[in-house]
């Protein structure tokens, strides 16, 4: 015999007479357990939503009402900004692809721009595209040139050569410069380094790599090799970087003396 059994008379004794009656013990004590289960569960989530309520009440009283919540994930900026030196040597087994210089140049249409008119146009040069071409045409380390930077086996060989559309000009070369940091910030979040070059023989890459616009600046993007230290110096001493025992050293002026 089947008998309906409301677990409310499981514990009464019309609960129990019922049990032996059907001989279907086991079939209410799963119906028993049932009812615990998500009576328990019921509770839980009741105290989980207090203990949510309460830890968001204590940090508004803490922080004051309608602040945002940072949550870090990942590099601060000042992580980001530190680690983006400038590297004049490279990790050769490490083959930088063109898939990666795409993700850095996908920066730049998130950028500020002068009156927004993106004149701005990247060639991508990897290993087995045209890299030699730049790297035999540029110079690195000026300010150290008993050096003859790069030494050999350490050479760059991804860049992005960049151009404008437009001839250049003031608002040209901010766009340019917005467009170079963050690239090179980007780099450093994907574990890669570069450099900034100025110093290039325009006529020859323009010639050499066919390009539509003259170059006006060239990025190196590769895995750095270089220990490089920040240090701090006051607005009066030298500025030009140096290398003693294996670390290339950068003097940096103190926030102090940069604010006037
Ligand atoms: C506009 C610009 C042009 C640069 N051109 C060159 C260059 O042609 N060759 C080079 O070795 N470094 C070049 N650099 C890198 C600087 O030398 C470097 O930024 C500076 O020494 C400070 O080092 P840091 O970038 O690690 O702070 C250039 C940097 C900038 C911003």
């Known amino acids: 015999m089947l ?10 004794e019309r609960g129990v007479r019922m049990i032996i009656e059907s001989g279907k013990l086991k079939n209410v004590c799963l119906v ?8 328990y569960l019921c509770i839980f989530k009741k105290y989980l939503s207090m203990a949510d309520n309460y830890l968001e009440k204590r940090y508004e ?24 030196r400038s590297y004049r040597g490279y990790n050769k087994n490490y083959v930088v692809k063109r898939e990666e210089l795409e993700r850095i140049v996908g920066v730049c249409n998130k950028l500020p721009s002068a009156r927004n008119q993106q004149v701005l ?12 071409i730049v790297l035999h045409n540029i110079k690195l380390g000026a300010a150290l040139p008993e050096l003859h930077l790069p030494f050999p ?13 437009v001839p250049e000009n003031k608002m040209v ?3 340019l410069g917005i467009a170079m940091q963050s690239m090179l910030l980007k780099a450093v979040e994907m574990g890669l380094n570069g450099i900034v070059i100025g110093a290039f023989n325009k006529g020859e890459i323009e010639r050499a790599l066919e390009l539509p616009y003259e170059p006006l600046m060239i990025v190196a993007i590769g895995k750095g090799t270089e220990k490089i230290e920040l240090t701090t110096i006051a607005p009066d001493e030298s500025h030009a970087y ?3 025992e294996g ?9 102090k003396d940069l604010i006037i």
């Open 247 to 255: 670390i290339h050293y950068v003097p940096k002026v103190s926030v």
């Open 242 to 244: 140096y290398r003693k």
């Open 32 to 39: 028993q357990m049932a009812f615990n289960l998500i009576l």
């Open 3 to 12: 008998c309906r059994v409301s677990p409310l008379d499981i514990g009464g």
């Open 61 to 84: 009283e803490v922080f004051g009402a309608g602040r945002t919540k940072v949550k870090r994930v990942g590099h601060t900026l000042d992580e980001l900004l530190t680690r983006n």
């Open 153 to 165: 086996g350490t050479e760059p060989e991804a860049f992005i050569v960049i151009c404008s559309t």
């Open 173 to 175: 070369d901010i766009d």
């Open 121 to 132: 146009r990247f060639r991508l040069l990897t290993r087995d595209t045209g890299a030699d």
